[in-house]
Every structure is written in C-alpha cells, then in structure tokens.
C-alpha cells in the first residue's frame, strides 16, 4: 500500500483497504503455516497434536478485529445458525472436539503446541529475559532452553506485523474481539 492510500489516524479507511487487508491477512496466515510447518517438522517426534486434541483450545481467546472480520465473512453461516462450543474450551469447537473454522483460525491457533519462545522485559535497568515454554503433552523430548532458536517459535514479529494489518483495517481502534462472541446472540 503506498503512502497515496495510507488512512490517516482518525480517519475512516478508504475503499478498499479493508479487502485489502483481508487478503494480507490470508498470506500472513499462509506464511505462519509454513513456518509453524517447519517448526513441527523439527520436532515430529515430540509433539502428540493431532486432529481432536483440542488442550490448547481455550476459552476466551481474543483477537483484532481484521481477524474476525475475516472469519465473520467465511463462517457466516456458521456464527448465525449454531450454537458455541459450551464455556470452558474455544467456541469453536465441535462435539469432536475439531475446530470448525480451521483454514481461517487466527494466529494464535497456528503455532499452538509448539516451542515457543519469546522476549520479556524486566524493566529500566535490565536486559530482556527469554522465555520458553511448549504445550505440556509435548514436553517430552529435548528440554526447552537446550533448542537452537530457529527450533522454535519466535512470538513477537508476526504480532507485530498482525498489529500493523489491523491498523490498516481500522485506523481507529486497535480492540480486541473474544472468538465466543463472533457468535450471535439468541434472545
């Protein structure tokens, strides 16, 4: 998007750059899978995730509003005429314990599982602390802090870059939408 089409703060996004930033979203999406591929293939031996493991599937998971735009508009359908999975597990869920929204899950549900490793700030005076950490049914195997960094997820970039695409989405707000309340409502 060059400058001529970049919204302003404040301003209402210009036609198209919602569609837009859809389409970014969906080839973010296809990066994280390949990359999250390749971290899972380094570690095919340790991690259990299959089709109906669902332990890192919790409730009340949110995400910027160009993510659920995007799966407001794929599931249409879906979100209108059934029900949540019940409090205490994803929305998403079905009775199999399967996602229902699978090629359009956010990025949070791509790289679930893995190692993942990230940076936190201890404050003024100190130097950022890594920190890792992995689903606890894929513990087994090499300890975490023993990994090559390219052997796990780096969190940060992407959300960083996810954090842009919702700025072009909506200049304006930044919020956060929980996945069980793409649901509508029945009276």
Not at 61 to 70: D, I, K, Q, R, T
Not at 71 to 85: F, M, N
Not at 111 to 133: H, I, M, N, S, Y
Not at 136 to 146: I, M, Q
């Amino acid at each position: 998007m060059g400058d001529s089409d970049t919204p302003k703060p404040g301003s209402e996004p210009l036609p198209g750059a919602r569609d837009r930033a859809i389409q970014d979203l969906r080839r973010l999406h296809a990066e994280i899978d390949a990359g999250a591929a390749e971290v899972a293939r380094r570690h095919a031996d340790r991690l259990q995730c299959g089709r109906g493991c669902a332990d890192c599937c919790v409730d009340d998971l949110e995400v910027f509003e160009v993510e659920a735009s995007n799966i407001r508009s794929a599931h249409a359908g879906l979100l209108a005429t059934e029900e949540p999975h019940p409090p205490g597990a994803c929305a998403f869920l079905d009775a199999d314990r399967c996602c229902r929204i699978y090629r359009e899950r956010p990025y949070v549900c791509r790289t679930q599982g893995l190692p993942l490793r990230w940076f936190e700030d201890p404050g003024e005076r100190g130097q950022a602390v890594e920190r890792r950490d992995i689903c606890p049914l894929n513990l087994e195997g090499v300890p975490l802090e023993n990994l090559s960094d390219d052997s796990c997820w780096t969190l940060g970039p992407v959300e960083a870059r996810l954090a842009a695409l919702q700025d072009r989405f909506d200049p304006q707000a930044r919020t956060r939408v929980r996945l069980r309340d793409l649901f509508r409502r029945r009276n």
